[in-house]
C-alpha cells in the first residue's frame, strides 16, 4: 500500500515539474534524496549494530533475565489470568525498556498466542490482551535506540540529551495506558461478539 502511496507522489511531483517547467529541479531532488537516504541508512546500521550488540551482551550477563524476573511479580497484579503468559510478557516490555524493539517482537507475539488460548470468547481480545498491547504500544523505554541512532546520523553534539526526558515521559505514558485500559475493562467487560450489555 504504501509503495502505491509514494509512487502517487513521485508520479505527482514530476507531473507538477513538467508543468511548471522545473522538471529539471524535480530530478534532481529525487537523485539527491535517494543518494541522502543511503548515507542515513549506512549510519544508521552502525548505531543499530552497536545498540544490538549492546542488548546482546545484556542477555547473555543475565541483565534481561533479572530484569524480568524482578518484574514477573508487578506485572501478575496488571495481568492476574495471564498464566504461562506473564513470562513472555515480561521478557517483551524488558527488551522494549532497553529499546531493542526488535528483539521484543517474538516475545510479543508468544504473549498474545498465549494469551488467545486463555480467551472466554472467541474473537474477544481479554483484558489481559488489551492491557499487554495498552503497555507495549506505550512503550516504557530506558533507552530509545531509534532516536538516539537517528540523531546520531543526523550530527547532533548531544544526541543523548534526550534519555532523560524520554523516559519521563515514557513513564508517565505507562502509568497512564495501565491505569486507563483498567478503567475501560472495568466499565465495559468482555462479551461475546454480537451480544449486548449484561
Do not use: H
Not at 513538467?18 to 522538471?23: F, Q, V
Not at 543511503?38 to 533475565?65: H, P
Not at 516490555?93 to 524493539?101: D, H, I, R, S, T
Request: net charge positive.
Amino acid at each position: 500500500m504504501m509503495s502505491c502511496v509514494f509512487a502517487a507522489m513521485i508520479a505527482a511531483a514530476i507531473i507538477c515539474g513538467a508543468a511548471n517547467g522545473s522538471i529539471a529541479a524535480v530530478l534532481d531532488a529525487l537523485t539527491e534524496g535517494a543518494a541522502n537516504a543511503v548515507t542515513l541508512s549506512l549510519s544508521l546500521a552502525g548505531a543499530y549494530m552497536l545498540w544490538m550488540g549492546l542488548m546482546g551482551i545484556a542477555r547473555r550477563a543475565g541483565l534481561i533475565d533479572a530484569l524480568s524476573r524482578a518484574m514477573r511479580k508487578p506485572l501478575a497484579l496488571l495481568f492476574p489470568n495471564a498464566g504461562e503468559a506473564v513470562a513472555p510478557i515480561t521478557l517483551n516490555l524488558a527488551a522494549n525498556f532497553f529499546g531493542a524493539g526488535s528483539a521484543a517482537t517474538p516475545f510479543g507475539l508468544e504473549a498474545m498466542k498465549e494469551l488467545n488460548a486463555k480467551a472466554k470468547y472467541a474473537g474477544v481480545a481479554t483484558d489481559e490482551m488489551c492491557m499487554f498491547l495498552a503497555l507495549n504500544a506505550s512503550a516504557l523505554e530506558l533507552l530509545p535506540a531509534n532516536v538516539l541512532a537517528l540523531r546520531t546520523a543526523a550530527g547532533s553534539e548531544d544526541a543523548y540529551i534526550v534519555v532523560l526526558p524520554t523516559f519521563i515521559a515514557s513513564v508517565i505514558s505507562f502509568v497512564s495506558a495501565a491505569a486507563i485500559c483498567a478503567l475501560f475493562c472495568r466499565i465495559m467487560p468482555q462479551r461475546p461478539i454480537g451480544k449486548g450489555r449484561a
